[in-house]
């Protein structure tokens, strides 16, 4: 087991660096160089050339690139000159709202998925599944901004049950949640019907197993047969896109954000956008990479657990 741990965190270490390597060059590679970037096309020659001197980038590249990955390693991102914040700071402050709407939406997407999709496989071909199928698909099929736009039209403006905006969330924070209510939906909404589609096509391929028919001659009543076996093997296949899709989630997030005015990473990276603070767009990029090698690394160690086979092989 610990040469398999090793195995994947090297693995995953040796992806971080190859993304801070491209972030490097892609800093070094903006129009106007990284300190324009930083302080804005209005800058003065004297104040570019000061900076300049202080973040290094007189030295040889490699040796930028040694200091810069030293700077990421203790959590130094950068500076935002236009927020006169660093740029972990606003992460700190930002990250944990999108995590708590993408947190709760997956929870809330796998306690509904699992035994959806377990429903729908032991029942399938029959109307009932026809029928939530293509509810399902409908769901998935549409953008999602799409459907943040309908929950906004029918909850908020007609109904007036939900608020339609999130804005002041951040700085009430966690004290009103019947806003997080409709950009919650609109992200489980989505996944939804990813997982549950996922979880019945394995549930119908165990069901047609050697293990489930000699199960059967025994006499295993049907719901401890789908609980206690079918369930568990359907599972192992299901915890790797769970471990991809934790991080896509989280990024999923970004779009409700800027949809419900929320205060979290989506909108953060949309005002620096704008504005064109890359210091902040980077730093959000390098950390959903690290929620990315994270998620599968997680997976992995899952699948271990669940399945030996794959912690020795």
């Known amino acids: 087991m610990l040469r398999f741990l090793a195995r994947r965190m090297g693995q995953a270490i040796a992806v971080l660096l190859l993304v801070s390597l491209i972030m ?5 590679a903006m129009p ?15 104040a570019v050339r000061q900076l300049t001197r202080l973040e290094g980038l007189t030295k040889p590249l490699p040796v930028q690139y040694g ?49 959806l999709g377990v429903f729908q496989g032991s029942r399938a071909q029959l109307k009932l599944d026809y029928a939530i199928t293509g509810g399902l698909v409908a769901l998935y099929s549409l953008p999602t901004f799409l459907k943040g736009a309908i929950l906004i039209l029918v909850f908020s403006i007609e109904l007036q049950f939900f608020p339609d905006t999130a804005e002041n969330y951040g700085r009430n924070f966690g004290t009103d949640v019947s806003v997080l209510i409709l950009p919650i939906l609109t992200l489980t909404f989505g996944s939804l019907a990813f997982f549950s589609r996922y979880i019945r096509s394995s549930v119908i391929d165990n069901l047609g197993a050697d293990y489930v028919r000699t199960a059967r001659a025994k006499g295993v009543g ?5 609980v206690r076996h079918v369930l568990r093997n359907s599972l ?13 989630i989280v990024s999923g997030t970004l ?25 902040i767009m ?20 899952a699948y271990a657990v669940l399945d030996p086979r794959i912690r020795y092989g």
Not at 24 to 28: I, K, T, Y
Not at 264 to 272: F, P, Q
Not at 282 to 301: E, K, P, R
């Open 282 to 301: 980077l730093g959000i990029v390098l950390l959903l990479s690290v929620l990315v090698v994270a998620g599968n690394l997680l997976a992995d160690l």
């Open 24 to 28: 490097f060059v892609f800093l070094h």
């Open 236 to 248: 192992l296949p299901f915890v790797s896109q769970i471990g991809i899709a934790l991080p896509l």
């Open 67 to 115: 200091i810069w990955l030293w700077n990421l390693v203790h959590g130094n991102l950068g500076f935002s000159y236009r927020q006169n914040s660093s740029v972990a700071k606003l992460l700190i402050e930002y990250f944990p709202r999108t995590l708590i709407l993408g947190g709760v939406s997956f929870l809330l997407t796998i306690i509904l998925a699992i035994p």
């Open 255 to 279: 779009i409700i954000e800027f949809l419900f005015d929320f205060p979290g990473l989506g909108l953060l990276y949309w005002d620096a956008q704008q504005t064109r603070t890359y210091p």
């Open 32 to 46: 106007g160089g990284l300190v324009r970037a930083q302080l804005g096309p209005r800058a003065t020659r004297a």
């Open 222 to 226: 049907e719901v401890r047969l789908l």
